[in-house]
């Protein structure tokens, strides 16, 4: 997979994997002020608020700019986008733990936060605005080996014509 060098207003770019260069946008970069150690466990009260901005919404919306499919995050790695097919990474610094659940947790009302803490993961909706265009996504926020990780996938907004659809007869 080849290198897209394009860098948008967060400063993030994507780059071809498992060719990855290594980190060459500081962490901090995209996700900003998240340095304290923050536990599964902690959490227990959610934060969400459905007007509130989120350090989570920049990798979405860079996820719709690229034409992205899918946004991997896993503890120890940087964020993955699946691009026609293909998983590319950003050129960012891997996140860790603390920094997974302070990224994914604001996305979760009260009852999805519940749902997290009793089954070890939760399924919901994200609708992220980019250029004035809501976007939705359907989020699956889970644990793996104890640790939190994340797959979300993007909604398109047209249904294609049934030959499109590569139906079996």
Known sequence: AG????????????CGWPT????????????????SM????DWKKST???????????????????????IHLQVGRPPIFRIRGGLRELEMG??????????????MDQRNLDIFHMNGGADFSKVVSA?????????NLLTQLGKVGMVARKIERS?????KLFLPA
């Not at 290198?3 to 994507?14: M, N, R, S």
């Not at 923050?38 to 466990?41: A, G, H, N, P």
């Not at 891997?94 to 947790?105: A, D, K, V, Y």
């Not at 250029?131 to 989020?139: A, G, K, L, Q, Y």
């Open 94 to 107: 891997p996140i860790s733990e603390s920094q997974m659940i302070e990224l994914t947790f604001p996305m």
């Open 20 to 35: 990855c260069p290594g980190p060459q946008i500081p962490q901090a970069g995209v996700i900003s002020g998240l340095t």
């Open 48 to 70: 969400f608020d459905p007007r509130a901005e989120l350090e989570i919404d920049k990798i979405f919306r860079l996820a719709i700019k690229h034409k992205c499919s899918d």
């Open 159 to 163: 249904i294609p014509p049934f030959e």
């Open 3 to 14: 290198k897209l060098q394009e860098a948008d207003e967060t400063g993030i770019t994507v």
């Open 131 to 139: 250029d004035n265009d809501p976007w939705r996504f359907r989020v």
């Open 38 to 41: 923050v536990l599964i466990s």
